[in-house]
Every structure is written in structure tokens, then in C-alpha cells.
């Protein structure tokens, strides 16, 4: 892609200013995992006794909305449960990761794929409901951690006016220092992009009056899952 492109030959001009090479090398890694290692964490406040509960709380303090069901195979009875409650279409796009879930036998399209633009507007409103995972939710805020990839793709969770994620609650941490650390054991280094999302998107920008789904969902709901 050109913007992956431009942003590569911006940070190898910036690499040459400094006197490195074009590529990051395995000793500029390994100097900054040991710097990590070594580095001490800042305060912390006490770890929830309840992290499920915790994380419910702060995420319906971000005007997300929460459900919670026994496994997987529940998730597509909750969402059409919660599409019906606001009379929401049964369409929706989905990580390939869902795909397996008994989405038609609950009367919900699914299509696992990132979401369209509308053709006749050209606008990205041609997919009202998107459906994804999540690498792990925050119990200390509310949020939500995304990671880029090919499978994970952020659209479907920014684009969509309903974004519905389904969290694993073994994916609950305790705050963002957690999530940062699980990144870098499970992956061993930050995707291209990482979005932490709190909420529905908002904007206070005209006369200080919040409004919901200015640059991305209008809903988030969360359904947490006992066992993944």
C-alpha cells in the first residue's frame, strides 16, 4: 500500500539522520528488550479481585453496553438478542477467527470480510454491524485492545455504526501495562497499528456537548465469554 510505503521511506530518511541503517536490526531489539526488562514500573493501583466485573463496570462508564454468555457458540443468539433490541439489521461483517460460530442458524448474515464502501455515496457506510475479537480487554478503563493483521483487521470495529466484540473472559487484564506485556510475550513486538478502544466513539468539539459516533461506531457491545 502507499501509505505503508511513505510511512517506510519516512522512517528510513529519519534512520539515515541518525546514522543507522534502512532496517531495524536485531541488536537495536534486543538493546531495547533489555532496556525494558530492566526498566521499573511506575505505581500501579491494586489488582480487581473480580477482573470480569471490573472490566463490566468501567466499560459501561465508556457507554459501551455488556452481555456475557456460557461459551462461543452463544455469541450469535446474544448479538441478534441485542440487534433486536435496537432494531438493527441481521447483516454484519466478521474476523475470519468467527467464522465458525453458528451464525445462520441464528438468522444472522455474516460475511468474514473487512467492510465496504457504500457505491452509491462512496462512503464507508455500506456495512452497518461489524464483528470482532480482541487481543485483550482492560479491566481498568473499559477498553478494548485491537491488533493489526490480515485477520484482524480495525475496520470492522472502526467503520460499522454497531461494533460488536466478543472477549474471552481469559483475555481481561488489569491495565494497560499488562497489555503491553502480554503483546511482547505473545508477539514479541508491536503490529503496525494497535488501537485501544473506550467506548463508542465521541467528540465534544461544537459547544462542548458530547456526541456519539462522530469518527467511528456509535455502539460498542461486548460479549464476554466464560469459555473460549
Not at 465496504?116 to 470482532?132: F, K, Y
Not at 480482541?134 to 470492522?156: D, H, K, N, R, Y
Request: with cysteine; glycine share 8%; net charge negative.
Amino acid at each position: 500500500m502507499e501509505t505503508n510505503a511513505a510511512r517506510d521511506r519516512i522512517l528510513a530518511r529519519i534512520r539515515a539522520a541518525q546514522g543507522r541503517g534502512p532496517q531495524v536490526t536485531v541488536g537495536e531489539r534486543e538493546a531495547v528488550d533489555d532496556y525494558l526488562s530492566r526498566h521499573p514500573q511506575g505505581p500501579q493501583p491494586a489488582t480487581p479481585d473480580d477482573m470480569v466485573e471490573a472490566f463490566s463496570l468501567q466499560a459501561r462508564k465508556m457507554a459501551s453496553t455488556v452481555d456475557r454468555v456460557a461459551t462461543l457458540a452463544d455469541v450469535p443468539g446474544a448479538a441478534v438478542r441485542y440487534l433486536d433490541s435496537l432494531q438493527l439489521g441481521h447483516r454484519a461483517v466478521a474476523w475470519d477467527s468467527l467464522a465458525g460460530l453458528p451464525w445462520q442458524a441464528q438468522g444472522l448474515a455474516v460475511e468474514c470480510r473487512p467492510p465496504a464502501r457504500d457505491p452509491q455515496t462512496d462512503h464507508d457506510h455500506g456495512d452497518l454491524v461489524g464483528i470482532t475479537g480482541c487481543f485483550v480487554a482492560i479491566a481498568e478503563t473499559g477498553s478494548l485492545m485491537l491488533l493489526s493483521g490480515p485477520q484482524t483487521f480495525a475496520s470492522a470495529a472502526l467503520l460499522p455504526e454497531t461494533h460488536i466484540a466478543v472477549v474471552p473472559v481469559s483475555r481481561i487484564v488489569a491495565n494497560l501495562e499488562a497489555a503491553f506485556a502480554r503483546v511482547r510475550a505473545e508477539h514479541g513486538q508491536l503490529p503496525r497499528a494497535t488501537n485501544v478502544i473506550s467506548g463508542p466513539s465521541r467528540t465534544g468539539d461544537i459547544e462542548q456537548t458530547i456526541v456519539l459516533g462522530a469518527h467511528g461506531p456509535y455502539r460498542v457491545h461486548v460479549i464476554l465469554v466464560d469459555q473460549d
